[in-house]
């Protein structure tokens, strides 16, 4: 009886961690696409946001609006995922996914690529999978 629980229990966790790296797939679409509106319906309304090209940090929709607005000013931005780190938390059914991305940028003066790391937390509230922590840095 107890093999089943066990197996039971690793099927749940390759669903969560699935389930977030799906919401962090659409995430990046949604940027390499440039629909603001895409990018912020995958975070949780209280998220917080400590984002890559900005010193502000946000934890309302107009504030990550901003700054989404801001960050695709300039153009499209594609989001490459170069490594990743899961940890999952039961308990409070969360996942957290931390890694290193890279953004490449269409500039009038030729493209640019700004490597970052990263730290999402996801949480699932009712069904979904949502963002509900983001921090990203530039790589020095």
């Not at 197996?7 to 603001?36: C, F, P």
């Not at 003066?109 to 922590?133: C, K």
Request: proline share 3%.
């Amino acid at each position: 009886m107890q093999q089943s629980v066990v197996n039971q229990s690793q099927t749940d966790e390759t669903s969560d961690i699935e389930a977030a790296r799906t919401t962090l797939r659409q995430w990046t679409e949604a940027v390499a696409v440039g629909r603001v509106e895409g990018i912020l319906a995958l975070y949780a309304p209280d998220a917080i946001l400590v984002p890559t090209l900005s010193n502000e940090i946000v934890s309302d929709e107009a504030g990550r609006r901003r700054y989404f607005e801001f960050f695709l000013s300039n153009g499209k931005a594609e989001c490459t995922i170069n490594s990743e780190k899961i940890r999952i938390d039961h308990k409070r059914c969360t996942v957290a996914i931390a890694g290193i991305y890279s953004f490449l940028f269409q500039r009038s003066t030729g493209p640019e690529t700004v490597p970052a790391r990263f730290l999402f937390t996801f949480e699932r509230t009712g069904g979904d999978w949502r963002i509900s922590g983001h921090h990203s840095s530039r790589c020095i």
